[in-house]
């Protein structure tokens, strides 16, 4: 079994996405529910991935499905906070692309929580993986670390 991750800081990430939390996120234990912490990290990369241009989710012809996902938790987050989630390129290959996401409550230099998704890119029409796009790569090239 691996160790327990430490923590991340904040230097660590190349692009940061501020997402306010909602009241419906916090469970009966007064913090946000695990499973929100998934769905920020798909909101995150996949907004960044639309204003930069590289993802067109209504008509492009390549899309990437989530084959992979993992989260560690270090802090509890909660409604009313702001979590600014950080971004990084772990890994990339010919049609996949290893996004690797800290959350931190707003202004904190330390990671409430960080995990990964495995997006592989595939062809809209016929579900099959496909080479990454000039696009797509150019941006993955400013978040690889």
Known sequence: ???????????GY??????????????????????????????AVNALLIERGALDIHHGTTIGFVVETQCNYFAPLAFPQ???????????????????IALFAEGA????????FIHVYVDRATQRPVKLPAAL?????????
């Open 14 to 43: 190349l692009a940061f996405r501020s997402i306010p939390t909602r009241w419906a996120d916090n469970d009966m234990y007064g913090h946000v529910n695990n499973v929100v912490y998934y769905s920020w990290f798909d909101t």
């Open 1 to 11: 079994m691996n160790a327990r991750p430490s923590p991340e800081l904040r230097t």
């Open 137 to 145: 790569l150019a941006v993955v090239d400013d978040l690889r670390v």
């Open 109 to 116: 230099e330390t990671a409430a929580a960080q995990g990964h």
């Open 82 to 100: 702001t979590v600014e989630a950080g971004i990084r390129v772990a890994h990339a290959g010919s049609s996949s692309v290893r996004y690797e």
